[in-house]
């Protein structure tokens, strides 16, 4: 009998349908309010839920939470969900949500997260199912902070220190996978929760291989040992034959991702408005999309992501105009005899951006501008450079969230040191705008500020943008119900199925 069982196990286990993906890095803690890597980040939503989440179109929707309400502006109703389980089998309720605020503000728990919740007055319960966050402020970002993946009061709440605790090498949440196991520079396999509140993942298994070379990775998505995987513009367009392409489909999107030319504002050489205005009218942004991405990527008009609700669709795209930059150049004082010259600083590890600055000289120089690149190493070239704004203009690149703030980079108060607001930009009009946006719950009315804000930024040019690259992603064709979206693929994994 125990023969027959083992057999029964081994089948089972030999028909299990796995998901193989791969990693390039060792996740350091499985714990959503300690994830500061993304490969912990990435494993960690597979096994953790937040309250709410992003839907495929990029809107808040529930999680954990059945349902919410705003009492007042500034009074958060919560109601969660009754029939979610731990992967331990213990019910999830409000104390857990509690338990986690908690962790996420002790000082003696250090995490990425903590200004999230700087607007947070109180946290309380209501009931098992029902808590109340109360708010310093109308805060526009008051659901997207309870998309932290939320922790276990009943497995933690006697732990003394959540920073080394055991429980962050083997985690118990509530998502779609659980933890088989976890070893540092290996290979993570993912089992599928019976019990997951939407309903079991139609893929048993997730199998994370460990692979910190680019190459390897490449090399075992050729030989279909990986089922989805992400391609350069060169791979794609260089290193993959039809056998491939009948075998993957191919995903492209705008990457949540821009890079720009920042001028330093204080500058006396970037005060005048027509020197930037010269400048972004020398450049021809689609040749640099196409010699650096062949094509796989679109201009860059301004500071919010592309189809989000901050996106200004008003704003249209600078076409190259060599005779209207010399002419602004030359109101301004510059010619052939007395050329423009300015110097930009990068950092070595990103040949894309090294080769930016290169074609941007290029360009620039039919324009009459001279302008010389300077290459430093990343540590270098923020402590000596970034950080204490002893440069002229930078070439750099920023993330895109779904949820923008333009509070670090945009408002004034943010130049100061340490800030993001490297190039100094200052609009009191923006300011007011900004203020005025991180007080509304109304996402509509946050919309229509965040658009005047970009209208405003697109129009003074403290950064020239540029480009944002395509996310290319290719998946295995043997994998059915594949949804693309704004967000990506993930979105709707669990109805994901593998046909052999």
């Known amino acids: 009998m125990k023969l027959l069982t083992y057999y029964l196990l081994l089948i089972t286990y030999l028909s299990a349908s796995t998901l193989n993906l791969s990693m390039s890095s060792s996740p350091s803690r499985l714990n959503p309010i300690l994830a500061n890597d993304s490969a912990s980040s990435e494993i960690s939503d597979w096994l953790f839920n937040g309250l709410f989440k992003y839907d495929k179109n990029g809107n808040p929707t529930v999680d954990l939470a059945q349902s919410y309400e705003f009492k007042d502006p500034t009074t958060l109703i919560i109601k969660l969900k009754e029939n979610v389980l731990w992967h331990d089998g213990v019910k999830f309720s409000a104390k857990d949500v509690i338990f986690t605020y908690e962790k996420i503000i002790d000082p003696k728990v250090f995490n990425s997260i903590k200004s999230n919740f700087q607007q947070v007055k109180s946290v309380k319960v209501i009931d098992d199912y029902t808590i109340e966050v109360i708010y310093s402020q109308a805060y526009f970002k008051a659901i997207e902070t309870w998309m932290v993946g939320i922790l276990p009061y009943h497995l933690l709440k006697d732990e003394e220190n959540l920073m080394t605790s055991s429980f962050n090498k083997n985690p118990i949440g509530t998502g ?291 480009y944002i690259p395509d996310a290319i992603t290719v998946v295995n064709k043997d994998i059915k119900n594949i949804e693309p979206s704004f967000v990506g693929i993930m979105h709707n994994q669990k109805d994901w199925v593998i046909e052999e």
């Open 176 to 466: 779609a996978y659980k933890l088989k196991e976890f070893k540092t520079a290996q290979d993570i396999e993912l089992i599928a929760n019976e019990n997951y509140f939407e309903g079991k993942p139609k893929i048993d298994k997730i199998l994370y291989k460990f692979l910190p070379d680019p190459n390897t990775s490449f090399l075992y998505l050729k030989q279909k040992k990986l089922d989805i995987g992400g391609l350069t513009p060169i791979q794609i367009d260089r290193q993959i034959d039809n056998d491939f392409k009948n075998k993957f489909t191919i995903i492209q999107k705008p990457s949540f991702a821009y890079s720009y030319l920042g001028f330093n504002l204080k500058n006396e050489k970037f005060k005048d408005i027509r020197i930037r205005q010269a400048l972004s009218l020398a450049i021809d942004r689609q040749e640099i999309v196409d010699i650096l991405f062949f094509g796989y990527g679109k201009i860059c008009n301004g500071p919010f992501l592309p189809d989000s609700f901050a996106y200004n669709e008003d704003v249209k795209t600078i076409k190259q105009d060599i005779t209207k930059a010399k002419a602004l150049l030359k109101k301004a004082g510059y010619d052939e005899n007395n050329p423009f010259t300015f110097e930009i600083v990068t950092n070595t590890g990103n040949d894309t951006r090294i080769n930016a600055a290169q074609i941007l000289q290029y360009q620039l120089e039919k324009a009459g501008v001279k302008m010389s690149i300077k290459v430093m190493e990343w540590q270098a070239f923020l402590n000596t450079v970034v950080h204490p704004k002893k440069f002229e203009a930078v070439l750099l690149g920023w993330s895109l969230a779904l949820m923008p703030d333009a509070f670090p980079l945009w408002h004034s108060s943010s130049s100061k040191l340490g800030g993001f607001n490297l190039v100094a930009y200052e609009n009191e009009k923006v300011d007011i705008l900004i203020e005025q946006g991180s007080t509304t719950i109304n996402r509509d009315e946050l919309g229509n500020i965040y658009k005047e804000i970009f209208k405003i930024i697109a129009d003074d040019l403290p950064y020239l943008f540029l």
